[in-house]
């Protein structure tokens, strides 16, 4: 699942989103680099993320988010095997209760 880019990553996109200080700044970038669709998946699956790490199973989630259940699949095997970053925000947004 964690295939490598095919291309070196361009770090000034992270490094951008690194700078932004507050909620409107963050929401107002990504409404600028994302189409309305983007921003709606990318949302979509963090909240599915979000009902998986609760616990949630999966036909509870599909009614309370929409998402296929390719998409719950596709992030439950990121939460599974990827790279933690769904951990890393969880873990600080508890902190930060």
Same mark, same amino acid.
């Given at each position: 699942?964690?295939?490598?880019?095919?291309?070196?990553?361009?770090?000034?996109?992270?490094?951008?989103?690194?700078?932004?200080? *507050?909620?409107?700044?963050c929401m107002n970038f990504f409404d600028?680099?994302? *189409?309305?669709?983007?921003?709606?998946?990318?949302?979509?699956r963090y909240q599915v993320a979000s009902?998986?790490?609760?616990?949630?199973?999966?036909?509870?989630?599909?009614?309370? *988010?929409?998402?296929?259940s390719a998409t719950i699949s596709r992030?439950?095997?990121?939460?599974?095997?990827?790279?933690?970053?769904?951990?890393?925000?969880?873990?600080?947004?508890?902190?930060?209760?």
């Amino acid at each position: 699942m964690n295939k490598l880019p095919k291309k070196p990553r361009n770090e000034n996109l992270y490094k951008a989103i690194l700078s932004l200080s *507050t909620m409107d700044e963050c929401m107002n970038f990504f409404d600028d680099l994302c *189409t309305v669709s983007e921003l709606m998946a990318m949302e979509q699956r963090y909240q599915v993320a979000s009902c998986l790490n609760d616990g949630m199973i999966y036909n509870d989630i599909l009614a309370e *988010t929409g998402a296929s259940s390719a998409t719950i699949s596709r992030v439950n095997r990121s939460l599974q095997y990827g790279k933690g970053g769904y951990e890393v925000v969880f873990e600080r947004l508890k902190e930060n209760k």
